[in-house]
């Protein structure tokens, strides 16, 4: 019988990471934007104090590169010496984003902190009160062991009351992420670690539970492909060793999708309140909500959809409404599946119009040619030079709308 104890599992802090989004919406907000990775460690540091966790795991990217700004390290190491004075201790992998050789620090750490080697599995105790409760391994990353497994070298002593391992890579295949560390979970499943603690995939998830291999995401969300929640793990493991995983969210910004089907919309009005009526629902004290909303289906609105200029006028009369440091903005109206949303026309015979005709559309330069080789041109004389550049441009986007439509097909006919 050991003893009970917590733990909060974090990791991918990206602290100084460049917020990407799409333009200014008011200076307090962008103030909070470009802030946010420091608020949602905040915000892991006070959970951990409120929690009173023996320890805070954190499964490498603490920065979101070498040349990490002097304020990122700041906010870091203040965040670990309020730890400190709590008596929780730190244990760090170092990521790709910040492997060993490239750290450079400027501000000593506190006590409290570990940092794994980056050439050797190290094993550290875990202490209760005095006792050791738990032993954790961990091997940082180099650049010369990106991608090598460093699981493979994890060899857990047998005399563990419980084991864990920190580690900065990737369990089997994640489209569109770098194989960073990479290995599988029958190879995890093979070493006798009862709680594998995972960073580098941004989402978050629990790929095993016998054992526990956890991914607890990136603490803040960066642009609007990273939508919902983010935050972190605080485990709870038992006397008998059995292990609960609760996620709470830090992020102080969250990017948030929504969907709006025209069928249900009738008139502007209409839409108005529904956008309205999103933004409510996802409404939340002490978070900024970043918005972006999809629309599909096909409604009497559809044309005025499509309308750029209508678009970029209800995303400002949306952001007007909002007051305060905190709220929900909306900062992309898509209709990118209104080309292909119409029954009975195939959705990729609209895409291949919509790819030739664009592959057609090099620049302004490609619409003259196409023009000056018409027979209608020869016949205008010397009125063509009345024909500008902007001309040209407003034709070709109406005959490329106008093309999308008659391939949905027009219930408006005559």
């Not at 602290?15 to 990407?20: E, I, T």
């Not at 990122?72 to 201790?89: N, P």
């Not at 678009?311 to 990118?336: F, L, P, T």
């Not at 119409?342 to 196409?370: C, F, K, N, W």
Request: aromatic share 6%; with cysteine; proline share 4%.
């Amino acid at each position: 019988m050991g003893i009970p104890f917590r733990f909060i599992q974090c990791g991918d802090l990206h602290l100084g990471a460049p917020f990407r989004y799409l333009k200014s919406f008011g200076r307090s907000l962008d103030e909070a934007m470009m802030r946010a990775t420091y608020g949602s460690f905040q915000n892991i540091v006070n959970l951990a104090i409120r929690q009173r966790v023996a320890a805070v795991l954190i499964t490498g990217d603490i920065y979101d590169g070498a040349e990490h700004p002097l304020e990122a390290e700041m906010h870091f190491v203040r965040g670990c010496e309020s730890l400190d004075k709590e008596h929780i201790a730190v244990y760090i992998v170092q990521g790709n984003h910040d492997p060993a050789e490239s750290w450079k620090r400027h501000m000593p750490l506190p006590k409290n902190v570990h940092i794994f080697s980056s050439e050797r599995v190290e094993r550290v105790p875990l202490l209760v009160r005095g006792q050791e409760v738990a032993a954790i391994y961990g091997r940082s990353i180099s650049s010369s062991t990106q991608y090598d497994d460093l699981t493979s070298d994890i060899h857990p002593l047998r005399s563990d009351l419980f084991s864990i391992a920190l580690v900065h890579g990737t369990v089997g295949s994640h489209e569109g992420h770098d194989r960073t560390g990479p290995c599988s979970v029958d190879a995890l499943r093979s070493i006798p670690i009862q709680y594998w603690a995972f960073g580098h995939i941004h989402k978050r998830q629990i790929v095993s539970e016998n054992p526990h291999i956890v991914y607890a995401g990136n603490s803040q969300g960066l642009h609007r492909s990273e939508s919902g929640p983010k935050g972190c793990y605080v485990v709870d493991v038992s006397s008998r060793g059995t292990i609960e995983a609760r996620f709470h969210e830090t992020n102080v910004i969250r990017f948030a999708e929504e969907t709006i089907d025209l069928g249900q919309v009738q008139s502007v009005l209409d839409m108005q309140e529904m956008l309205r009526h999103k933004k409510e629902m996802l409404r939340k004290p002490g978070i900024s909500m970043l918005l972006t909303i999809r629309v599909t289906g096909q409604g009497p609105l559809l044309d005025v959809v499509r309308d750029a200029k209508v678009r970029a006028a209800w995303m400002e009369e949306s952001q007007s409404e909002e007051s305060g440091k905190h709220g929900v903005y909306i900062i992309d109206i898509n209709c990118e599946s209104l080309e292909a949303s119409s029954p009975g026309i195939a959705p990729g015979m609209v895409r291949d119009y919509v790819q030739a005709l664009d592959a057609m559309h090099t620049g302004i330069e490609s619409l003259e040619a196409i023009v000056k080789g018409r027979p209608e041109w020869k016949r205008l004389g010397s009125y063509s030079r009345l024909v500008t550049d902007t001309m040209l441009q407003s034709a070709y986007d109406r005959a490329r709308g106008e093309g999308i439509r008659l391939l949905q097909g027009n219930d408006h006919e005559d």
